[in-house]
């Protein structure tokens, strides 16, 4: 990806005219373009150290040019961009470097121990709370352990419905490798073109068809880990009494217990049959009240999102090609997929009817659907007017939900003031609560990194004091940090830095990430 902007700058697009209309009125427009010339720091490295990596790895694994180490800077938050967008890519790694195998692996952690450098697991580069921004300090120089090379599908088992994949195999080319034998794995994140089956166990990611399929860990049923101490297998079975679930240690500990270096996971066959439509309920609450009841009910489709009405009012002038400019209130997305959905479709619209849902047709939902991976492409376009964007995420029970979405709320508009846009959806939901997703633009400041770390800081103390998660699916990473110590209190600060001093007592994998 472009060391400034998300993705592929070929997919990049100009804002349309409804959507800057519909900006300009809300919150106005600047141009703000990126600086040109980026240049990173010299590595840091002695050709000493770095020869005696070359030795253990091969020559070609190891890479130190200007380019590589730009691509590998930080990840895709919009600190993150903004700081790369004012020229500033200071936290370049003073290499990178390419493992081909789990041996690779081991023995670069053992050569980051031996000569003290921080070693920062590297998949698809998408994160967005600092989770690839390590601390260099007491540390003779940093990493990034690209895992690229390994990114193999490794075995199949279609008697038990199981896979093994190699960490840097990225989603596309997970679901493509999969349908050769008639499988998928059916986790679809935002970011799924680009992010990694490694980060996906690594950050605990949630997918867009988490409804129908489950998040990513409960897809996962065996891990390997590479640590500083040795070599971790887990998943000898599909499931078992044997003493705490260590996956669940692995899954979400952000490269700073090991690196993962294969993921065994859950699949299921290819859908003969996906539909994807749109419905329509007079408030957010309503529709998400309609949510709760088919969690609860065991109704649930595969795909289910509801827009607020802010949301909902952008998502359409995005859509101005689309008939039906009656459509009001807040839009749902429903997605059934199997075999056969006629009868599962069926039932979910009979009870979204009873409680006042409208249908509005396939053509939103398989809009939707074309067009669901584009959303940061936006970002970067309004970046570019002046316009301050970011998402931030969060999870809590039903009975809290309407606290949660007013206290985050009122948090970012405070903080952001006058011609804040704040944008919310559910697309996360369980039998006993859901996720909220918000999105937010606002006129950028002349301290555009200060104005959002103050806002973001405002929502999550509103986060945690109204009881809910600090994060849903995007991580702690070092943005979180601060918040997840209050979250799980002294004793869970205990556990996790008793974890990481027993399997890394070196501190080299990823300093300063996820442990308070």
Same mark, same amino acid.
């Given at each position: ?15 349309? *005219? ?5 900006? *300009? ?45 730009? $691509? ?34 081991? @023995? ?65 080319? @997970? ?32 997918? &867009? ?35 705490? *679930? ?48 088919? @969690? ?19 998502? $359409?002038?995005? &859509? ?57 492409? $936006?970002? *970067? ?24 979405? &007013? ?46 770390? @103050? ?58 990430? $996820?442990?308070?």
């Amino acid at each position: 990806m472009h060391p400034q902007r998300w993705g592929a700058p070929s997919e990049a697009s100009a804002l349309s *005219d409804s959507v800057r209309g519909l900006v *300009d009125a809300f919150v106005g427009t600047r141009d703000t373009p990126a600086v040109t010339e980026v240049s990173v720091p010299a590595s840091g490295l002695s050709d000493d150290v770095l020869g005696s990596l070359k030795t253990a790895i091969g020559d070609d694994a190891v890479l130190v040019d200007d380019e590589s180490r730009r $691509l590998r800077t930080r990840g895709k938050s919009t600190p993150d961009l903004l700081r790369a967008r004012s020229g500033d890519l200071a936290d370049a790694p003073d290499a990178v470097v390419r493992p081909s195998s789990h041996a690779d692996v081991e @023995a670069v952690l053992a050569w980051a121990v031996e000569h003290r450098v921080a070693v920062v697991p590297f998949g698809g580069g998408t994160s967005v709370t600092g989770g690839l921004a390590a601390r260099r300090d007491g540390f003779a120089g940093l990493i990034s352990l690209d895992l690229v090379r390994l990114d193999q599908l490794v075995s199949v088992d279609p008697v038990s419905m199981t896979a093994v994949l190699q960490p840097g195999m990225r989603g596309p080319a @997970a679901e493509k490798a999969l349908a050769e034998h008639g499988m998928t794995l059916g986790h679809f994140p935002q970011s799924f073109e680009y992010a990694s089956i490694g980060g996906f166990a690594a950050t605990r990611s949630s997918g &867009q068809s988490s409804a129908g399929f489950g998040r990513f860990d409960d897809m996962v049923v065996g891990l390997r880990m590479a640590t500083p101490i040795g070599e971790l297998v887990l998943g000898s079975s599909p499931a078992n009494a044997a003493g705490p *679930d260590l996956r669940e240690v692995v899954m979400g500990s952000e490269g700073t217990l090991g690196v993962i270096t294969e993921v065994t996971v859950r699949v299921r066959a290819v859908a003969a049959e996906k539909v994807y439509e749109a419905w329509s309920f007079a408030t957010f609450a309503e529709g998400a009240e309609a949510m709760r009841k088919l @969690a609860q009910s065991g109704l649930l489709p595969t795909v289910i999102r509801i827009s607020d009405e802010a949301e909902t009012m952008v998502n $359409l002038a995005s &859509q101005s090609d689309i008939g039906g400019d009656g459509v009001s209130g807040c839009v749902m997305i429903v997605g059934h997929e199997g075999a056969s959905v006629a009868a599962s479709r069926a039932e979910v619209s009979a009870v979204l009817e009873s409680l006042g849902g409208t249908n509005l047709g396939e053509e939103r939902g398989q809009a939707w659907a074309e067009g669901r991976f584009h959303a940061p492409y $936006l970002r *970067d376009s309004l970046l570019d007017v002046g316009v301050l964007v970011e998402t931030l995420e969060t999870a809590t029970f039903w009975s809290s939900r309407e606290k949660v979405y &007013q206290a985050v709320k009122q948090a970012l508009e405070t903080s952001l003031g006058e011609g804040t846009l704040v944008l919310c959806h559910i697309s996360h939901v369980y039998e006993t609560g859901c996720s909220l997703y918000f999105t937010v633009a606002a006129k950028q400041a002349d301290a555009p990194l200060e104005q959002w770390l @103050a806002a973001k800081a405002a929502a999550s103390d509103a986060m945690v004091e109204s009881g809910a998660t600090i994060t849903h699916h995007h991580a702690v990473g070092t943005d979180h940090k601060p918040w997840l110590a209050r979250e799980i209190g002294p004793v869970g600060v205990a556990m996790l830095r008793g974890l990481k001093g027993a399997v890394d007592p070196d501190g080299v994998l990823n300093p300063g990430v $996820l442990i308070p």
